[in-house]
C-alpha cells in the first residue's frame, strides 16, 4: 500500500484516477481547490477510510508526506483557462515548482499531466514525442501551452540536477463520465446540447481533427507510466489514436442520442489546432499500453452519465 498525492483530484480525470487508486488498495490524498473540480464527482469515495481531501491552491507551497504524486491540478477545458489565464501559468508553473519541491524533500516519485497543447498547432502529424511543436507564445491558449511546456522544462531540470524520479505524460484529447456538463469542451457541450434538443455548435468548418480517448484507457496508461521503471521518464503520449473531425464526432452524437438538433457553424476560435493525432508506439514499446475502448463504445457510456444530468 502506498500513500498517494493527487492534485486536482476532485477534476475530471483526478476523480476517476482516485478512484482507481483506492480500488488498488493505497492511500489517497486528494488536493484541489474546486476551480473546475466538483465535490460530486469524488462524492463516492469520502466513506473511504483510505481517502482524504484537502482544499488548497497548488500556487501554494504543500507540506505532506506521501510516496508519489499525480499532478493534474490545472484547468483543461480552454474556456476555463482562458478565463483566469494568469492564474492558469501560475497553477502550471508555480504548481510545478511546489509539487518537484516537496518530491525533492520526500524523495517521492512525481507524474506530471502535461498535454497535447505543448505541439500546440502542430506541422508534423502524427505527433511523435520527438517534435518540438508550433506554439504561439502569445496566443490566447499560450497560458496553457506554454505554462504546460514550462512545467515539463521544470520537471527535467529537477529530474538533471536533483535526480527525481519524474514521469511526464502527454495527454490527448480525453473524456467520459464526470467531466463538468458545462465545461465547454467539445465531447460534453455536444452531448450536452444534443440531449436538450439545441444546436450542435460546430466551430469552423468543423473538418479540424481531434482523436478522442476514452478515461479508463487513459487513466491505465498513467498507471502503467507511474509504475514503469524510473529509467524511463517520458515524455509519452497518452491518447488514441483514431482521429475524427469535429463535424464527424457531431454526427455521431447525433446518432447516438437520437436527437432532433441540428448543427450550426461557429467562429473558430483563435489559435485552434487543425489537426491532432498522437504517435503512441514509445507508449506501447514501454508500457505496453495502448487504448482498447472504441469512440462508439466510450461515447454511449458518456451519454449515459449526461442524461442522468441533462
Ligand atoms: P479538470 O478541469 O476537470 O480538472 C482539473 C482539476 O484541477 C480541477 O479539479 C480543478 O479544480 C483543479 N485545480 C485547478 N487549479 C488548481 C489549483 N491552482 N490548485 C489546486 N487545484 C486546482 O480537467 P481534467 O480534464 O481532469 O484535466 C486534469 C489534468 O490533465 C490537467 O492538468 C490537464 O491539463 C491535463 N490534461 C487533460 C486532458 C483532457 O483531455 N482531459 C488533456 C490533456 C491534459
Ligand atoms: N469545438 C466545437 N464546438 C464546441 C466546442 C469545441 O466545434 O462546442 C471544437 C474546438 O474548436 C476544437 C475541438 O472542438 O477544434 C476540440 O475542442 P476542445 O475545447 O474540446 O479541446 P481542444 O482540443 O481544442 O483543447
Not at 492511500?27 to 473546475?36: A, H, K, Q, R
Not at 474556456?79 to 524533500?105: E, M
Not at 479540424?208 to 521503471?229: A, N, P
Request: one cysteine or more.
Amino acid at each position: 500500500m502506498k500513500r498517494i498525492l493527487v492534485t486536482g483530484g476532485a477534476g475530471f480525470l483526478g476523480s476517476h484516477l482516485c478512484k482507481r487508486l483506492l480500488k488498488e488498495g493505497h492511500e489517497v490524498l486528494c488536493v484541489d481547490n474546486f476551480y473546475t473540480g466538483r465535490r460530486h464527482n469524488i462524492s463516492g469515495l469520502v466513506s473511504n477510510p483510505n481517502f482524504e481531501i484537502l482544499r488548497h491552491d497548488i500556487c501554494f507551497p504543500l507540506y505532506v508526506e506521501v510516496d508519489e504524486i499525480y499532478n493534474l491540478a490545472c484547468p483543461a477545458s480552454p474556456i476555463h483557462y482562458q478565463f483566469d489565464p494568469v492564474q492558469t501559468t501560475k497553477t502550471s508553473v508555480h504548481g510545478a515548482i511546489n509539487v518537484l519541491g516537496l518530491a525533492k524533500r520526500i524523495k517521492a516519485k512525481v507524474l506530471q499531466a502535461s498535454t497535447s497543447e505543448v505541439y500546440g498547432d502542430p506541422a508534423v502529424h502524427p505527433q511523435k514525442e520527438s517534435y518540438w511543436g508550433n506554439v504561439n507564445p502569445i496566443g490566447i491558449r499560450s497560458c496553457y501551452d506554454e505554462g504546460k511546456r514550462c512545467a515539463e522544462t521544470l520537471f527535467f531540470d529537477y529530474h538533471r540536477q536533483h535526480s527525481l524520479r519524474i514521469k511526464v505524460a502527454r495527454i490527448f484529447n480525453t473524456y467520459g463520465p464526470n467531466m463538468h456538463p458545462q465545461d465547454g469542451r467539445v465531447v460534453s457541450n455536444f452531448i450536452m446540447q444534443a440531449l436538450k434538443g439545441e444546436n450542435i455548435t460546430v466551430y469552423g468548418k468543423g473538418m479540424q481533427t481531434r482523436s478522442f480517448c476514452y478515461v479508463d484507457d487513459l487513466i491505465d496508461g498513467m498507471v502503467k507510466l507511474m509504475e514503469s521503471s524510473d529509467r524511463f521518464t517520458g515524455p509519452v503520449n497518452l491518447g488514441n489514436p483514431d482521429e475524427f473531425s469535429i463535424l464527424e464526432l457531431a454526427n455521431v452524437v447525433i446518432e447516438l442520442t437520437g436527437s432532433k438538433s441540428k448543427i450550426v457553424f461557429r467562429q473558430l476560435p483563435k489559435d485552434d489546432p487543425v489537426q491532432r493525432q498522437p504517435d503512441i508506439s514509445l507508449a506501447w514499446k514501454e508500457l505496453k499500453w495502448k487504448p482498447q475502448v472504441k469512440l462508439r463504445e466510450g461515447l454511449k457510456k458518456t451519454i449515459q452519465y449526461f442524461s442522468k444530468l441533462a
